[in-house]
């Protein structure tokens, strides 16, 4: 086999390792012991190798080491606990699999049970323990939503999975409507005082702004209503997982009114059910 | 104490048996973690998180491979993640020495001449090293300086042999042609 200097010198680097056929391997030799070009480049190559083998990596000082290991251990510390827990679980399970292995019973049966069994704990724990309570809830979404300018409408939201589905009764309603910090109830500026839920009825305070006139038709008066109270009733019954005060429901058909917008939007999606308020409320 | 006891040690929650693994590798891993970062202050970096990954991971370790080669791979591939999380950063490693380093070339014991030679060369290579990319610098330190073998590194890295032979061929080409100057001095 002839081969050519371009091609040998392609392969210098898995010839020095030993890394081609026994056939290509003599080829290239036999080409070396006749072409002083690359026998030079070799040489070069493998006295390379040779000097990055050799390096010598100065070592930090102890101190320096012992210092790493302070950093270690500070970190250690952190995911101690953590780890520990791991251990613990992993040590439990290898008891629970002898004990189970010591019945008969098989390696993937196993996995089955324990996937099961933390399926069915974790269904338990969401519903029971760290489920907020609705008024919880509420009270907190509202009052996080009220400092900021982008809350035009209140929804809530009941969850798919649900033991006590909404009805239709429950997922009717258009509420608010934000303008800089007041609030627009059916037309009506309210500036908003305070938030109170009790007894699964969320309540809204405040002064009628006299400053802008009210909108649109059948609105009350607001001579003689110093504080009026908004309240929202039924919200509580229906189990809402999720409150929010969103920018505004996206509109599916622009041609409905607001309300039937809602309506519509609602009975679409079993997600969202909305509080409903008429201007009876106010007083 | 052997490794496997320290293992099963630390299993039980004792931190005590980390600091004999640490005593006992903490030079391997550094010298590999500094050889692939070019820095020292990096390699301090590596050589802290490869032991806290050494931690966290404990149970993990299935025994497959002895604790030496465990704590090396994972030595390896912080050192990787490190570059890869500088190049993303765009931060270049510097080739710092860390405080109270007393670096073999400069013994007092040595004749100056050599000395001056040993730290021409030692300042060579490390240019020379530093002007690889990330993955051609782990080829060659785990190739030509660990031996380690090809199939070996395509596992560390998870990338196929072929990848890297070829990648071993550019770095030692680019490699000759940076330190032809120096070889030819015949140093």
New interface residues.
Partial sequence: MRLRCRTVR?LL??YI?G?LSPELHVAISAHLSGCERCRR?IE??R???E???E???????E???DE??S???A??EE??VH??F??YL?RGLRSVRETLEGWGISWKIKYVVVTLALILLSLIVDRTLFRPSVDEILFNTIQRSLSSEEAPFLAIEVPRYSNRPITADYKTGLILRKDKGRFQVMGVMINLKSVQIKDGVLTLVGDIDLSKPPEGDDLPRSDGIPAPELKLKDIALSSPSRVWLSDSPKPRESRLSEESLLRSMIYADTDAAFANVSIGDLN | MTDTTLIESLLEGNIEALGVLFERYRHMVYNVAYRITRSHHDASDVTQETFIKVFKSISRFRGESNVETWIYRIAVNSALNHLRKMERRREEPFDDVPEGEIPPTKRSSDDPGRCLERNELRRAISQAMRKLSPDHRAVVVLHDVEGLTHAEISKILGCSEGTVKSRLHYARKKLRRILKPLVETGI
């Fill in positions: 392609g680097s898995e390792d890394d480049e070069e190559l006295r390379t190798v000097l990055v083998r390096e010598e990596i100065p070592m930090p000082s101190s320096h080491f790493l290991w950093g270690i251990t970190e250690i995911v101690a780890t520990g791991k251990l992993m």
